[in-house]
């Protein structure tokens, strides 16, 4: 599905609410006069709207949304109009408890909160369907209908036995026999052998936990039905309007900034128009740098954009703060712009907040919002959602752009389910997704676009390929990367890879025939160390340090580019390089800090000629990103520090936000950002 509105501007607004002001008329006015001149052009509304939209079964109430349609319309706005099914009314849950979710311990849960359905149920599923019609009837035909958001951050799981006699179909589908499944499972260890389907239940703290096929199935599976939830519900959606895209918002742990584990998101993708997501770093804490945060962001932003290759939407942050963190801190002055900025950089063509105007009531009264109940415009968050208007209507012809990346680190969600349920290596401490961000944060400090994809992508259009920690690796994946390298790539894998097959199951040996053929050595052993403990790697003439992990290997083809300096295994190589047809294999033995990494990937940067054209001296601390037309580049150039900085470029450039010409030497402010246009035909002389 392809809409070209999604195209013709930047859209800006977010998350509105206006069922919870139904009793204040003069606020509901009041609202669109502060949505334009906040220079707001999108609100998303029905979010969670389904008790006022149908107060009791089969009662509908619609004048309430006819005239947000009116309004919204009144000042050639855009609205994102959302299904209701992420939080249901008390009287569905009353007269149809079947609906509620069962927890893993097997209780039913009442009625409350948000996501408590079941997504196998017969009955949600048709209410969901019934509602959703009705909005598409009288909605999809409105001038100011943008997009449909179905439902709100999908997640959770259930245990019913409606759940659970769909996960034995599942398996049945997948597996066709018990024989199969007990050999997928290792099922005679411990004697969990299943001799009839109905045995089989979902993984639990007070039944079955620790069988790792099980797990990762389960998972799977919740996945696969959470998808098929969706599917669902927009099929009335796409019957009446096949022209309006849909997204659905996915998420990122927003404690620490890592891809969420509940769902299978590369998965998921493929069945939304739009990839959207939200968005809510925690800026200003002690805990990293600021640069080193907005790395993260970067990263979680590639990862979505790469899920299509095309523009995704931010659909919810906050222009301020949150309310639901240990701390709660404010966005400081420039914060929210160069955020803003940044995620435009990486490709988004919107930023939405959580939320328009502030609740009065319930959990997230004090969340951050555009509008507080005083209404006051003098406010610094009003003027930072103002500027970042202005600069989007500025900006308004970069809708087209897209980004190029040579470089792709791959990230796979069910390797990380599995990776963390191994019962193995350091359990606290294996920090699959955050050792693929620090593979990327190389590249991010050197301006280098990269995409972030999964092990289904086509590999042929990259020149370097890196796959940290990837623990489950099948026999087709093994197969696309051995092609991949005898075409011509390059790829680089790291310890803790390559060990368990697409069941979870170890190989008749450390590593596969075809593994250490890709990389030229073989895995001898893998060594873990206490916290604390380190080694070192010698490399090309420096020593660096290594911790966690150490992967002793022997040498078939491949040549020794690093050696281990200490304990049983010193002067063994711990980094390694092996040419295979055209393209070349490397293995890193050991976790590092980032020095290593920014020396080894620097050498192959050199070795590749991957290198930024427009910087010729730049800053860890300044991220600098392109987006491009098939004439024009536009460079991103944003401060991630507290203070002022310095960078060099190869060519004068026009800022185009402020309007003004800059010359080789750029000077930002703390948290400022640039907007720098180049043309093509200079960057190629």
Not at 197 to 207: M, N
Not at 612 to 632: C, H, L, M, P, Y
Request: aromatic fraction near 12%.
């Amino acid at each position: 599905m392809e809409n070209g509105n999604l195209t013709k501007s930047f859209f800006h607004g977010g998350d509105y609410f206006p069922e919870q002001w139904l009793n204040y008329p003069d606020i509901l006015k009041k609202d669109f006069e502060l949505i334009s001149k906040a220079k707001m052009n999108t609100v998303t509304v029905g979010m969670f709207a389904w008790g006022c939209l149908e107060p009791e079964e089969g009662n509908y109430s619609f004048d309430w949304l006819d005239d947000i349609f009116e309004r919204v319309e009144s000042i050639n706005g855009n609205i994102i109009l959302a299904t209701p099914s992420a939080a249901r009314p008390a009287w569905m849950a009353q007269k149809y408890p079947e609906v509620l979710r069962v927890n893993e311990n097997r209780q039913k849960c009442l009625f409350g909160g948000r996501h408590n359905h079941c997504f196998t149920s017969s009955v949600y599923r048709e209410k969901v369907q019934k509602i959703n019609r009705r909005l598409a009837q009288r909605y999809g035909n409105r001038k100011s209908l943008l997009m449909w958001h179905v439902s709100n951050e999908y997640g959770g799981e259930c245990h019913c036995e409606l759940c659970q006699n769909a996960f034995r179909h599942w398996l049945q589908k997948k597996y066709k026999t018990l024989k199969d499944l007990n050999n997928a499972w290792w099922g005679n260890f411990w004697s969990h052998q299943y001799s009839d389907w109905s045995q089989i239940e979902s993984p639990s703290s007070i039944g079955e936990s620790m069988n790792h096929g099980l797990n990762l199935d389960w998972k799977r599976f919740v996945t696969e039905q959470t998808i098929d939830f969706y599917r669902c519900e927009i099929e009335p959606l796409r019957e009446i309007t096949p022209n309006i895209p849909i997204t659905t918002n996915f998420m990122a742990r927003e404690e620490d900034m890592l891809p969420y584990e509940g769902l299978d998101y590369q998965k998921f993708a493929k069945y939304v128009d739009v990839v959207s997501w939200d968005c809510y770093p925690t800026w200003h804490c002690k805990n990293e740098t600021t640069a080193e945060l907005a790395s993260k962001v970067g990263f979680m932003d590639d990862l979505f954009r790469s899920m299509k290759q095309k523009p995704f939407f931010i659909m919810e942050s906050t222009p301020s703060l949150v309310n639901w963190r240990s701390v709660n801190k404010a966005k400081r002055p420039g914060m929210h712009v160069l955020t803003s900025l940044q995620h435009i950089a990486h490709g988004s063509n919107s930023n939405m907040y959580f939320q328009i105007r502030q609740s009065r009531g319930g959990a997230e009264k004090f969340h951050g919002s555009v509008l507080r109940n005083d209404n006051r415009t003098d406010t610094r968050v009003f003027k930072d959602v103002q500027q970042v208007g202005h600069i989007q209507e500025v900006m308004r012809s970069l809708t087209t752009t897209f980004r190029k990346s040579e470089i792709a680190i791959i990230y796979d969600f069910e390797n990380n389910w599995a990776i963390n349920d191994a019962q193995a290596f350091s359990k606290n401490r294996k920090e699959y997704a955050a050792t693929v961000q620090e593979h990327y944060r190389v590249f991010w400090n050197r301006d280098l676009p990269v995409d972030v994809i999964s092990v289904e992508a086509d590999l042929r259009e990259y020149r370097l390929v890196i796959v940290p920690m990837l623990y489950m690796m099948s026999a087709t994946t093994l197969q696309r990367f051995i092609e991949y390298v005898n075409a011509g790539g390059v790829i680089v894998s790291t310890y803790l890879s390559g060990l368990v097959d697409k069941n979870d199951l170890t190989h008749m040996g450390i590593w596969p025939e075809d593994m250490k053929r890709l990389f030229g050595v073989e895995l001898l052993e893998n060594d873990t160390y206490y916290p604390g403990e380190s080694n070192e790697i010698l490399y090309d003439n420096r020593i660096f340090k290594t911790k966690d992990y150490q992967s002793v290997i022997d040498l078939i083809t491949a040549k020794s580019l690093g050696t281990y300096g200490k304990d049983f295994y010193a002067k063994s190589t711990a980094v390694s390089g092996n040419r295979l047809g055209k393209g070349r294999a490397y293995f890193i033995g050991a976790r590092t800090d980032g020095d290593f990494l920014d020396a080894f990937y620097g050498n192959l940067c050199v070795d590749l000629n991957l290198n930024q054209a427009f910087i010729i001296e730049g800053d860890n601390e300044v991220s600098v990103q392109s987006r491009n037309t098939k004439s024009d580049t536009y460079y991103f150039v944003m401060n991630f520090s507290e203070s002022e900085k310095t960078i060099y470029t190869k060519y004068p450039s026009r800022d185009i936000v402020n309007n003004e010409n800059c010359g080789v030497k750029i000077v930002l402010k703390p948290y400022e950002v640039k907007v720098l246009h180049v043309e093509s035909i200079d960057i190629n002389k």
